[in-house]
C-alpha cells in the first residue's frame, strides 16, 4: 500500500502552496485602483464618511498590517465581513457554494457523457465521415468563448424552442436540474473538446499499441480489445487533463455564471471585483484556490489506482 | 507425414495508391508437429512480416496478402482470425509493451482461459497459477495477482508465453523471444521453449536475427532475406554446408566463430595510465523532500585503471553499472565518492581543467545511431560543428577535414550532405564514429554501439574500430551486453555486476578460464553457433535470481 502514502503527507506539501495563494489573492484585489468605501458611499460621500468606513474594516492600516489580520482571522476560520452585503464572508460563500459545486459537477458530467462515446467512434473509426466531424466539431468547441456560447444556447433552448429555462437557479432539486442544463452544457461544450481530442488520440495509439496486437494475437475480439485493454490506458493521461481543465472551470464560472444569473460563487466574484469588495473576493479566491488543489489531489488519487505502475 | 501448418507460395504487397512493393515473396515453408523451426534473417528481411501473415494480423492496412495459401493440418485456412490464440498462439519481442500495464498477469491469462477453454473465473485462477508454475514463476500465486511491471524482463516474458499457453496452442510463433534480453535469461526463456515442446508437443517458430540462438534450439532453419527464403534445411546440414552465399556470409559474421585476440596488453610501454578509476561510487537519490528517500548505488567502489592505446571490453547484463561507470569517467554523471583521473588529472579536485582535457582527447560513441543524430542536419553539418566548437580546424580546411574523417568510418563523401533519415543504421553509426574522431581524440567509449545493429553490419563496425585502434593509436572502451563482440575487438576485458568489477584480465584468459562462476555463466550463456553444445553450456539456470525485484 506504500503507493498511497502520498494521501498523508500530500497535504503537508500543501501549505506553503496555500501560504502563497494567501498572498497573491490579498495583493492582487488592492492593487485595482478604487476604493471599497467610495464604491459603498457613492460619489457624494464625505471625507469624514468615507474614513469611518475604512476605519471600520481596517482598511487604513498598513497593507502588511492588514495581511497578518487576514492571515490571523484565517486561523480562527474567518474572513472578515463583506463590505457590500454586511454578512460575515464564511456564511457567504457557505450560502453561494452549491449551486457553483453542482454547476462544476454538471459541466464534467455532460463533459464526459459527449466525449467517451465521441472519442470512441472518432478512433475506431479513422479517417472516416464521422471522425472528421467529430474532429471538426471538437476544433471548433475550444475555439467558441464561452459567453457567446451561453447566449446562443439561451436563444435556441430557451428563447425559441422553449424547453428549459433562460437563468437563475430553481429552488427544488429538479427545478435546480432545469436550470443547470444550459450553463452545464456551455462548459462541456468547451470542455469535451478538449476531453475528446485527448481520448480519441489516447485510443487511436493504443488501438495501434503493441498491447492491442498481442491480445488480438489471443484471439480476442475487436470489442475485448477496446473495452477491455485501449479504453483503461486512454484513460489515464485524460484524467490529468480534466483535472488540469477543472482548474480552469471553476475560474470560468465567474463568466457562466454572471450569463446565466446563477447565484453561485463566481457570480459573487464577479460582483466582488466590480464593487472592491475586498473581503469577498479575497475569500473567494481562496476558495477556488483550495477547490483547484483538492480536484488535483483527488485526480492524483484516481491515476494512483487506474494506473499501478505510477507512485507518487 | 502431413506438416502441421503448410506455407505455400505466401506474397504480400503493400500497396499505397500507385506504389506497389512486393514485401513477401512466393515464401513456401512448412512445420512438422513438435517441430521448432527457425526463421532467420537480419532486419527488413520480412520475417516477422511473414508471422503476422499466418495469423492476419499485418501491421499496416497497407499490407495485402497478395498470393499463395497456408494450410493448417491439410485444411486450407480461411478465416485467420479464427486461428488466433488458438490453434496459434504468439509471443513477442518486447514483452514490457506487449503486456496490458494496468491489467494483472493473472486476468491477462483468465482471458485466454475464459475465451478459448471456456473455463468459469475460479476454474481459470486455478489453471492460471498452475501455468505460471510450469512457466518457471517461484511464486506463481503471487505472481497471479501482481501487473507486468513488478517483474524483471526474462520474469515478464515467461508471463507472456503463460499467457500464449493460455489459449492452448498448438503452434506458437515466437518473435524474437528473446532479443531485448540478457544472455544468462536468454538461454532460460530458449531452455523453456524447448521444455514446452516436449512436454506439451508444442510446435514452434522461433524467429531470431542470431544463427546461435537457433543452432541450439531448432529442429530446421529457414533463411530469409528481401522477403524471401533463400535456403531451408535440417539445421546442421544447413550449417555445415550452406549453399546460399548469404547463408555463408551470415555464419561467417557470427562472432562466436572467431577467436580472441592474443595480443600482448599494451601498457608495458607506458608509464601511466590513461584513466584511474579509485574507488569510484554512484548514487542517484529518488523520492521527494517528504516522500520516503531512497538511494540506489549504480557503482559500488570500482577501482581500475586504463592504459593508453589499450582496447577494453566492459561487459555485463542490463543493471549492472558498466553505462554509469562510463558516463562517471566522462564526468557525465555526478560522483558521489572515489576518483577519477584522466592523465593524473582529478575530476573531483580539479573539475574545470579535467573536464575541459576530458572533451578535447575522449569522445563517445552512442548506442542509437538515428536518434544520437540531430535529424535536421546533414552528416557533413553534424561532423563539421563539432569542428567548428573545437575551434582547431581553420574555417576553410573544415570541408577537407570533413572528407578525410569520411573516409577514415569508410562512407562515401557523397553522403556528407545526406540527412541521417536516408540512411542505413549501419551507415548513421559509422557517421558516428566519424563526428568522435573529428576531435582527434586519444580514447573513445562506445556505449552498446554496436547493439542495435544487424550481424554482418556488426561485424563491419567492430572491422572499423579495430581498424581504427591500429592506425591510430586510440584508446578504445567498448561497453556491451554481448561478449562475444568484446572477445573479438578487446584484448582485455571487465566484467561487472550488481555495480562491482568481478573480473578483470586479458580477454584471451577470462575467456579461455573464467576465474569467477559468474563469468563462467555468463560465457556459458552465449548462443553459439555450434549446433551440439548444448544450451547455456550445460549450467542450470539460477530461476530465482531474477525474479522480482
Not at chain 1, 462544476?104 to 466531424?133: E, K, N, W, Y
Not at chain 1, 488480438?216 to 480534466?242: C, D, I, K, Q, Y
Not at chain 2, 486450407?76 to 488458438?86: P, S
Request: aromatic share 6%; hydrophobic share 45%; charged share 20%.
Amino acid at each position: 500500500m506504500h503507493r498511497y502514502r502520498f494521501v498523508l503527507y500530500r497535504p503537508i506539501q500543501l501549505i506553503p502552496v496555500l501560504f502563497g495563494i494567501s498572498v497573491i489573492t490579498f495583493v492582487l484585489i488592492r492593487l485595482i485602483p478604487g476604493d471599497p468605501a467610495r464604491v459603498l458611499l457613492g460619489t457624494r460621500a464625505t471625507p469624514t464618511a468615507i474614513a469611518n468606513i475604512r476605519a471600520q474594516y481596517g482598511l487604513d492600516e498598513p497593507l502588511l498590517t492588514q495581511y497578518v489580520y487576514f492571515v490571523k482571522n484565517l486561523f480562527a476560520g474567518e474572513m472578515g465581513r463583506s463590505i457590500l452585503y454586511k454578512v460575515d464572508v464564511v456564511q457567504l460563500i457557505g450560502t453561494r457554494i452549491e449551486p457553483t459545486l453542482a454547476l462544476v459537477a454538471m459541466g464534467v458530467v455532460l463533459s464526459l457523457l459527449i466525449s467517451v462515446p465521441f472519442a470512441t467512434i472518432s478512433a475506431r473509426r479513422q479517417g472516416t465521415l464521422a471522425d472528421h466531424t467529430v474532429r471538426m466539431l471538437s476544433t471548433a468547441g475550444i475555439g467558441f468563448p464561452s459567453f457567446w456560447l451561453g447566449a446562443m444556447l439561451i436563444i435556441l433552448f430557451a428563447v425559441k424552442l422553449d424547453w428549459l429555462p433562460v437563468s437563475g437557479y430553481g429552488g427544488t432539486f429538479g427545478e435546480k436540474l432545469q436550470h443547470l442544463v444550459l450553463p452545464g452544457l456551455t462548459i462541456a461544450l468547451s470542455l469535451s473538446a478538449i476531453l475528446t481530442r485527448s481520448l480519441r488520440a489516447g485510443m487511436i495509439a493504443g488501438l495501434k499499441s503493441d498491447i492491442a496486437t498481442a491480445a488480438r494475437a489471443r484471439g480476442m475480439s475487436e470489442g475485448v480489445v477496446f473495452w477491455r485493454h485501449v479504453l483503461p490506458n486512454a484513460l489515464v493521461p485524460t484524467v490529468n487533463l480534466l483535472a488540469v481543465n477543472i482548474g480552469w472551470l471553476i475560474g470560468g464560472t465567474v463568466v457562466v455564471e454572471s450569463v446565466f444569473a446563477v447565484t453561485g460563487l463566481g457570480q459573487l466574484m464577479a460582483r466582488g471585483i466590480f464593487t472592491r469588495d475586498y473581503m469577498v473576493v479575497q475569500g473567494v479566491a481562496l476558495a477556488f484556490a483550495c477547490a483547484t488543489v483538492l480536484v488535483n489531489f483527488l485526480a492524483d488519487i484516481i491515476t494512483v489506482v487506474l494506473d499501478p505502475r505510477i507512485e507518487l | 507425414m502431413m506438416p502441421l501448418l503448410d506455407i505455400q507460395n505466401l506474397s504480400v504487397t503493400f500497396r499505397d495508391g500507385e506504389e506497389r512493393r512486393e514485401l513477401l515473396r512466393d515464401i513456401s515453408v512448412h512445420l512438422g508437429k513438435g517441430e521448432i523451426l527457425g526463421l532467420v534473417g537480419e532486419s527488413g528481411s520480412g520475417k516477422s512480416l511473414l508471422c503476422r501473415a499466418v495469423i492476419g494480423l499485418l501491421p499496416s492496412s497497407k499490407l495485402h496478402v497478395t498470393g499463395g495459401r497456408v494450410l493448417l493440418n491439410g485444411q486450407e485456412l480461411t478465416d485467420t482470425a479464427a486461428v488466433r490464440g488458438r490453434p496459434i498462439g504468439m509471443i513477442f519481442q518486447n514483452p514490457t509493451s506487449h503486456l496490458d500495464p494496468v491489467m494483472t498477469i493473472g486476468k491477462q491469462i483468465s482471458e485466454g482461459l475464459i475465451r478459448h477453454r471456456g473455463l468459469s473465473r475460479p476454474e481459470a485462477g486455478r489453471e492460471g497459477i498452475a501455468l505460471l508454475d510450469q512457466v518457471g514463476f517461484p511464486d506463481p500465486a503471487a505472481a497471479f495477482v501482481s501487473y507486468p511491471h513488478t517483474f524483471s524482463g526474462g520474469m515478464r516474458q515467461r508471463a507472456m508465453i503463460a499467457i500464449a499457453l493460455a489459449c492452448d496452442p498448438e503452434i506458437l510463433i515466437a518473435d524474437e523471444p528473446t532479443t531485448a534480453l540478457d544472455v544468462t535469461i536468454q538461454a532460460q526463456i530458449l531452455q523453456l521453449l524447448m521444455d514446452l515442446r516436449d512436454r506439451r508437443g508444442l510446435s514452434i517458430i522461433l524467429v531470431t536475427h542470431d544463427l546461435g540462438v537457433v543452432a541450439q534450439t531448432c529442429d530446421r532453419i529457414a533463411v530469409m532475406r528481401n522477403g524471401q527464403i533463400v535456403e531451408v534445411g535440417e539445421k546442421r546440414a544447413l550449417l555445415a554446408h550452406p549453399h546460399h552465399p548469404y547463408t555463408r556470409q551470415l555464419i561467417a559474421s557470427h562472432p562466436s566463430l572467431s577467436h580472441a585476440s592474443d595480443e600482448v596488453p599494451v601498457h608495458a610501454h607506458h608509464k601511466a595510465p590513461l584513466f584511474q578509476v579509485q574507488d569510484l561510487r554512484v548514487e542517484f537519490a529518488s523520492g521527494g523532500w517528504l516522500g520516503g528517500r531512497k538511494t540506489f548505488r549504480a557503482l559500488k567502489d570500482v577501482s581500475f585503471d586504463i592504459w593508453p592505446g589499450e582496447t577494453v571490453g566492459i561487459v555485463g547484463e542490463s543493471g549492472s553499472g558498466k553505462s554509469t561507470l562510463a558516463r562517471a569517467m566522462l564526468g557525465l554523471v555526478p560522483i558521489t565518492a572515489g576518483e577519477v583521473l584522466f592523465e593524473g588529472q582529478s575530476l573531483t579536485k580539479a573539475p574545470t581543467a579535467t573536464l575541459k582535457a576530458l572533451r578535447n582527447h575522449a569522445a563517445m560513441v552512442f548506442q542509437d545511431p538515428f536518434n544520437s543524430l540531430n535529424p535536421r542536419m546533414t552528416i557533413g553539418q553534424t561532423i563539421a560543428e563539432v569542428l567548428q566548437s573545437q575551434g582547431e580546424t581553420p574555417v576553410e580546411q573544415i570541408p577537407a577535414r570533413v572528407d578525410e574523417l569520411l573516409d577514415m568510418v569508410g562512407l562515401e563523401r557523397a553522403l556528407a550532405g545526406r540527412r541521417p533519415r536516408s540512411l542505413s543504421g549501419g551507415q548513421c553509426q559509422r557517421a558516428g564514429i566519424a563526428r568522435a574522431l573529428a576531435v582527434n581524440p586519444r580514447v573513445i567509449l562506445a556505449d552498446e554501439c554496436v547493439a542495435a545493429l544487424d550481424v554482418t553490419i556488426q561485424a563491419q563496425i567492430v572491422a572499423l574500430f579495430r581498424k581504427l585502434a591500429a592506425d591510430h593509436g586510440l584508446t578504445l572502451i567498448f561497453i556491451a551486453h554481448d561478449l562475444a563482440i568484446v572477445r573479438n575487438l578487446c584484448e582485455r576485458v571487465v566484467v561487472m555486476h550488481h555495480g562491482q568489477i568481478v573480473e578483470d584480465g586479458p580477454s584471451a584468459r577470462v575467456f579461455a578460464q573464467p576465474a569467477r562462476a559468474y563469468t563462467r555463466a555468463l560465457i556459458a550463456a552465449i548462443p553459439d553457433i555450434d549446433p551440439d553444445r548444448p544450451i547455456n553450456g550445460g549450467i542450470n539456470p539460477e530461476t530465482q535470481q531474477e525474479y522480482a525485484t
